[in-house]
């Protein structure tokens, strides 16, 4: 495979006061997007959205030991391929979360959900459009056993039956 040299330049910087992981419920967390001034243009039209991509780096993960892991390091859980999970260590540092659009004022965005630390850079915002829910998506047992033993990164009723009216 030809090694391909990127370059990427944030567009913005996560504020929430969170400086640890540790005991977070993410779904609860509030927290501003301060988007660079040159992009205040690049925001119009967002407002019409209740959710909206966030698109950021993982700028304080470290790189994986193994391309194995137990999911959310729990030993009770199976050892899964590590893009089989939603661990913040990974070759590419790229994150990707659903956020509630709160409001909007200028070049900062509040939002609801980021599971993002205080000053974390954001690399693109996108919109959360009707087709972006599965409603046939398929789940392994253990993915169903950790969300229902939350607290989750997301907090969706997920059901087994798939009933796309269930997200």
């Not at 501003?32 to 991509?53: C, D, M, Q």
């Not at 909007?104 to 459009?129: E, H, S």
Request: no cysteine.
């Amino acid at each position: 495979m030809k090694k391909t040299r990127l370059s990427l330049e944030p567009i913005g910087i996560v504020r929430n006061g969170i400086t640890d992981r540790a005991g977070v419920v993410w779904e609860d967390v509030v927290s501003t997007l301060h988007v660079e001034p040159r992009y205040a243009e690049a925001l119009e039209g967002l407002e019409a959205f209740s959710h909206i991509w966030v698109v950021w780096w993982l700028d304080r993960s470290p790189t994986p030991e193994s391309l194995r892991v137990h999911p959310q390091g729990r030993q009770d859980m199976p050892p899964v391929g590590l893009f089989a999970t939603r661990s913040p260590v990974r070759p590419n540092p790229i994150a990707v979360t659903a956020v509630r659009l709160l409001a909007w004022q200028g070049v900062v965005l509040r939002v609801q959900g980021l599971d993002a630390l205080d000053g974390t850079p954001v690399l693109d915002i996108k919109p959360y459009l009707p087709g972006d829910i599965v409603g046939d998506a398929v789940y392994p047992e253990w993915a169903l056993r950790l969300h229902r033993a939350g607290p989750a990164l997301h907090k969706q009723d997920i059901k087994e039956s798939h009933d796309p009216r269930s997200y």
